[in-house]
């Protein structure tokens, strides 16, 4: 298609053609494909070694993604799920232009970044089972993936909330005089919160070591770049911040390490800021449960013909660096890797229940927990009383707390507005006394079906849920 976009794209546009953009661009012109000239070779290839470094991490990536979606749908894994597949190369290489200490932040799609910048599959894959051996220990789930070893700061569940987080590390990095960086990752929806134009305004004034990475996918959720950002070439958004900003081909690894490289070096060298907007696609829906109904099947497939993986792969073998058998090989190795993934988080226990609480930053009454006394004091100590606080959801499960009796759903469901109604009846003015009876899921009682409710259907939202 000569303007790129599909013909799903092109209805809409037909419709709000007399529409301009805040940066007097019409809404069709928001990829550029000429600027960004996507598939053409832009770069020579770097040494054979690093090639072979790039294209395996792609591909472990891929894989990786392909068999955690798998995973969700055999219900191994719970919450939410958020696949990169596509933005492969966007991540890789941005991530290879980094030093072993700097620091690397970014959103929950985040898988690839913390395999691209080493933390291993098994972790990864049992941070998504939510096991024991998960690099965040199972406590984060998919959004939540955390590495310190490799300085990955993390995968961030709101929308734009790791950007402060980002120039806070900055300024660590300065106040420390070291000469360490960090890239701070996001989407391009991100860039329409409030927190994006404050960062980018105390970056700039601060001077501060971050570069800024916008993988633009096209899409926040399910609403088109045109339909979300009034300046859809987003390397000028933090422009009038003061922060200057580059575009890249986001499906072309090598493009991207260039230009965060440059990037990365200024920000180093010089101490300021810098922003670069690599476009590229995702090929599957925003999460697990997206129907995608905003786009076509024809958009999609166009996207993929500009497959950054199959693409670096095919010129390796043009260019004589690899054979096809080698790159079969290193595909195979992905495989197996993330198939020893699945096993390892197979075998990997849940968090006992006692540790609920443990590394959890609150201390009340109710909640003794992790906190912070000073060390000096006669008093109690951090860690002191940690395995003690197991006693709590032991005590809540015991009432028949929401959640406490995890596995069992009669246990999980949330007492309904009926229910404590019905409690209250039951127990008169002032009085003590114990629970109402629980009425069986999905049974409806008079009183609720008045409300317009269903006693026992209130299941914690999980794919069915707005994200
Ligand atoms: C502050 C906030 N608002 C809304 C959401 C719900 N939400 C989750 S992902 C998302 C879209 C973000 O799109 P983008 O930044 O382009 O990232 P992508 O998912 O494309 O990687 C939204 C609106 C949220 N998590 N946080
Ligand atoms: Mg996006």
Redesign the pocket.
Known sequence: MANGYSPTQVAIRETTKTRKNGDGTAPGDVTKPEEIRFGEVKHDLPDPETCRTVLSKMMLIRRFEERAGEMYAKAKIGGFL?LCIGEEAAIVGATQALRDGDYLIS???EHGQALARGTHPNGVMAELFGREDGCSRGRGGSMHLFDWEKRFLGGY?????SLPLSAGVALACDYLETDDVILSM?????TN?GTFGETMNLAALWSLPVVFVI?N?Q???GTALHRHSAVTDLSRKSEGFGVPGTRCDGMDALDVHSVVSDALAHAREQRQPQLVEAVTY?YRG?SMADPEEYRSKEEVEEWRRRDPIQAFARRLVDEGVLGQDEVEKLDAEAIEAVDESVKFADKSPFPELDSLYDDVYVFTDEVPAWWTVDERTPEVHRGEREREAGQVPHDLAEKGAAYAGVGDRQARKRRTPTDRRQEGAQQGPGEDGEAAEEVEPGTTDPATAAAGGEVGSAEPADEGG??
């Open positions: 958020h959103t929950y799609r569940g709101i929308v734009g909330g996001m989407g391009d929806g991100a919160q993988v996918n899409f926040g959720m995702r925003h707005a994200d």
